[in-house]
């Protein structure tokens, strides 16, 4: 089983600031998918294929990364984007999910 | 409108069998894979089987003797069958279905709690 680790946990961000979340893989992986979740609802797809966005997903956000070492980005910071991020991968089943970070507004 | 939407009980028996339907509209369950991926209270996503578009399935290891996943095409409808249930399968489970290559629309989700 491929381990997902993500960090950090926790990030506190003011509006404006540029946050960037880390996803490292106990195995390579091809490709990287993130999902947002807030409080209450279900996950969304928020990046797909290591970088890119579906439909209606603020283009502040972007992905990067191969092999182990993935990251999310956020090039500035706003109060919506409050939530926990999850990275996922495809490549070996069983598909996992990192344990989640956190991002919430200093 | 893809839709998917999470049915059973809120309440089972410690070692009794969770029967969950998950009913979908706005697409095919013979174009699309549909999954059972399941989350604790304030914890992280595990992802449970699937029901491949072509009738099969897949299950995580970890679940995999006590998990069974099918359908009905005709009524738009995957079930998840799991038996044996214990504290820790307190959780909310979701169906999910594919697109962009990712988990790309999920249900509601419904909580089932474990408890005498």
């Known amino acids: 089983e491929i381990v997902l680790t993500q960090s950090p946990t926790t990030i506190p961000a003011s509006p404006g600031e540029k946050v960037t979340i880390t996803c490292r893989a106990s195995?390579?992986?091809?490709?990287m998918y993130w999902y947002q979740q807030k409080s209450g609802a279900s996950p969304k797809l928020w990046i797909y294929d290591t970088f890119k966005l579906p439909p209606g997903v603020p283009n502040r956000f972007s992905g990067s990364g191969s092999g182990t070492s993935y990251s999310l980005t956020i090039d500035s910071m706003e109060t919506e984007d409050a939530a926990t991020y999850y990275c996922?991968?495809?490549?070996?089943?069983?598909?996992?999910f990192g344990g989640g970070t956190k991002l919430e507004l200093k | 409108q893809v839709q998917l939407m999470e049915s059973g009980p809120g309440l089972v028996q410690p070692s009794e069998t969770l029967s969950l339907t998950c009913t979908v509209s706005?697409?095919?369950?013979?174009?699309?894979?549909v999954h059972w991926i399941r989350q604790p209270p304030g914890k992280g996503l595990e992802w449970m089987g699937v029901?491949?578009?072509?009738?099969?399935?897949d299950y995580n290891s970890a679940l995999k003797s006590r998990l069974s996943i099918s359908r009905d095409t005709s009524k738009n409808q995957v079930f998840l069958k799991m038996n044996s249930l214990q504290s820790e399968d307190t959780t909310t489970y979701y169906c999910v279905r594919e697109g962009y290559g990712g988990f790309a629309f999920w249900g509601q989700g419904t909580l089932v709690t474990v408890s005498s």
């Open positions: 706005g697409f095919s369950l013979s174009i699309y894979n």
């Open positions: 195995s390579s992986v091809s490709y």
């Open positions: 996922q991968q495809w490549s070996n089943t069983p598909w996992t």
């Open positions: 029901m491949w578009s072509g009738g099969g399935t």
